[in-house]
């Protein structure tokens, strides 16, 4: 299995912003598509955002104008920005990595709390 690293989550008020980062091990990060998703206590793991080895994205509707999600090749990391954060974006959030619609790792999470 390829480990997933993610990092950058942590208390934020409403209106804020954060960035995450998953790090990726191995020699073909370039050619996975990388999705983030999210986790509320006692909920379902939801999809978040994703970005295709060629770099096309899609997003939640719940999300769409407010978080961004972009990967840098050289630095085998995808990047989730959060912006104009919400309470309902609490959620521990995750991060995958896919080759032809197939599962190769998940992360073990980072935590994102909006409060004031």
């Known amino acids: 299995q390829v480990p997933l690293v993610e990092s950058g989550g942590g208390l934020v008020q409403p209106g804020g912003s954060l960035r995450l980062s998953c790090a990726a091990s191995g020699s073909f990060f370039r050619f996975y598509d990388m999705g983030w998703y999210r986790q509320a206590p006692g909920k379902q793991r939801d999809l978040v955002a994703t970005i295709t080895s060629a770099g096309s994205t899609n997003y939640a509707d719940s999300v769409k104008g407010r978080f961004t999600i972009s990967r840098d090749n050289a630095k085998n990391t995808v990047y989730l920005q959060m912006n104009s954060l919400k309470p309902e974006d609490t959620a521990v959030y995750y991060c995958?990595?896919?080759?032809?619609?197939?599962?190769?790792?998940w992360g073990q999470g980072t935590q994102v709390t909006v409060s004031s």
């Open positions: 995958d990595a896919k080759i032809n619609n197939n599962p190769v790792a």
